[in-house]
């Protein structure tokens, strides 16, 4: 968001527009804002070729992978790298992690470090900005932009039991804020206390009797978390009930 941001306020002084750019996000709410604001974003994984494909992605002059987790990247990178053309760049946030050697073997063509200057760097690698000046005006830029919105970042609090980085995949993956991770964490704790786990037939019954919407239907409520059951073996996890409550296709409160 932060390097779209760049490329928007500079492309009248480079060859490098916001026209020529396309944004993969897994957070819904994010593609349908950039959206609006006419932005170029597109829903999905933007490591997948279909997805690419589909975007019109053919014979990009870069690819930036920014994933917040380790793994993401990892697997990111290794899929742009075997599905792009040869030769394409690919340029790989590191994050706070030393995995660095690990991404330049599974394709990254250089690694870069940190918020800011990540993004300066990335706008510096697609041509965005060439001068020390148009450097400087970026960081002023970019600086302002985080500045105000780190207020609302920094409020969010952590779910117990999910690293920061586990906690940003799961709130792309569902489309949901970490305030409202922790708010059904706390129905979660209620029922299964220090336990990892809990019996779907426990937690049906839990949100069965605290259901402010009126009788819940016990049959389509116990489908809903079933579907969610990976191991197949009676019980749930806190993320496996996550993905049960923002399931289209269910109605869990």
């Known amino acids: 968001q932060e390097l779209y941001y760049m490329l928007r306020s500079t492309e009248n002084n480079n060859s490098v527009t916001c026209s020529n750019v396309v944004c ?8 349908l804002a950039g959206t609006l604001n006419g932005a ?8 997948r070729i279909e997805l690419l494909k589909a975007a019109g992605v053919k014979k990009p ?7 917040a987790s380790d793994e993401r990247r990892l697997e990111a990178t290794m899929r742009l790298r075997n599905c792009l053309p040869e030769g394409t760049p690919i340029y790989v946030y590191e994050g706070n992690s030393r995995i660095g050697q690990q991404l330049l073997a599974a394709g990254a063509t250089e690694i870069i470090n940190e918020t800011t200057e990540t993004s300066l760097r990335f706008a510096s690698l697609v041509g965005a900005c060439q001068t020390n000046d148009e450097m400087s005006q970026l960081r002023r830029l970019s600086m302002s ?14 779910v117990p039991g999910l690293s920061e980085e586990a906690l940003v995949d799961l709130t792309e993956e569902l489309g949901c804020s970490k305030r409202e991770l922790e708010e059904l964490h706390s129905t ?38 079933n579907l969610e059951d990976e191991d197949g073996e009676g019980t749930i ?5 996550a993905r049960a409550r923002w399931n289209s296709e269910c109605s869990i409160t």
């Open 24 to 31: 993969f996000d897994l957070n819904p709410s994010r593609v």
């Open 237 to 241: 996890t806190f993320v496996e009930y």
């Open 40 to 47: 170029p974003v597109v829903f999905g994984d933007g490591a």
């Open 145 to 158: 932009h985080v500045g105000l919105q780190l207020p609302a970042n920094t409020k969010d609090p952590l």
């Open 61 to 67: 002059k870069a690819a930036i992978v920014t994933y």
């Open 188 to 225: 979660f704790v209620a029922v299964a206390g220090e336990n990892e786990t809990v019996p779907i037939s426990e937690l049906k019954g839990f949100l069965m009797r605290r259901s402010a919407d009126g009788p819940t239907d016990g049959t389509d409520l116990e489908a809903c978390l």
